[in-house]
């Protein structure tokens, strides 16, 4: 498979997210616009994509407008595209910096580098984070028993430029020949668990099952359950999480239950300017998400079907905060540390070598 964003002749690639699991269909991001529409319509999404989409969407824009009122215009309209995940400002402020003292007819070539760099690091840091969430993780299996993880939302391959956050770490357990099961939440109101991160568990032969949201508390509490991992969309300086909403509750049923939960981030997922959970902004999407449900048709055709009565108002949250001391702890491609306000503090900072 090649990574989730690719570059072929110098033209820039993506799937449509919003038509997986059941039609892989190929889009090209020609410009800025593109980027920009990719992100808010969701065909690309997960915290790190929307963070590379992001720098090569101000790489283009800087082809056709390379002054400072140029730059920050078009910073200013690809960070208004999601709200939550910090991953999009932590990567065109560092596009944005690479470029700033440049003669404005360096920058585009300066920018588009960047955001290959980006797309190159987020690998490494990714391959990184598996490594030390594996061998976090190995040791909590129990008997003959595969390992059983639980995990909410998509933070696989696909939400990254490759290999996933809290996937990589299934991925690095099943490389190292760790049996495995994962327990997918659903994810609803998009059902980036039902959709998305089964299927990429699918390609990689990886055993799973898709549970809905509410069952994971029983699971649980039935002893079938050995440890949760998800990805996250922002962490605040104190070690509270931002992550798809319905994460804060596994959290709590986790703790229920005397089970870690962990959270897989690169440190550009840290947001050090954030001093706790409830400043994290929570992105509030169409309440249709809710009031409708997308999927397969029986003659193969994609639709959406209306599930609530007519009138019935609906409230569409994306993502929910996780208090830190329910997190056992952050594992980061510099290791592991806890959601602590210290122990952030003193991580290397995203970019060092993972
Ligand atoms: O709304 P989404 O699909 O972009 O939300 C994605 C998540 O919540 C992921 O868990 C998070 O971005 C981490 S992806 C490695």
Redesign the pocket.
Known sequence: MPRTIWLDDERLFTWD?TRLPFEAIVIELAGAADCAHAISS?QV??????GAVGAYGLAFALREDDSDAGLSAARATLLAT?P??V?LRWALDRVAVAVAELPRDERAARAWREAAAICDEDVAC?LSIGRHAAALLAPLRRGVDPLRILT?????RI??VDH????AAVEALADAGVPVHVWVDE?RP?N?GAG?TAWELRERSIAHTVIVDNAGGLLMRQGLVDAVI????RVAANGDV???VG?YLKALAARDNGLPFYV??PVS?IDAQCRGGDAIAI?QRSPREVTHVGGRAPDGSLVEVQITPDGSPALNP??DITPARLVTALITEHGSVAASLDAIRGLRPAGAPA
């Open positions: 997210q969701m999404r997960g915290a790190p994509l929307i999601r939550t995940a991953n990714n909410h939302c998509n933070a696989g939400a990254t996933g956050t809290a996937l994810t998009r980036q998305l998800v990805g996250c969309d931002a992550n798809k994460t897989a981030c997922t992105e994306a993502f």
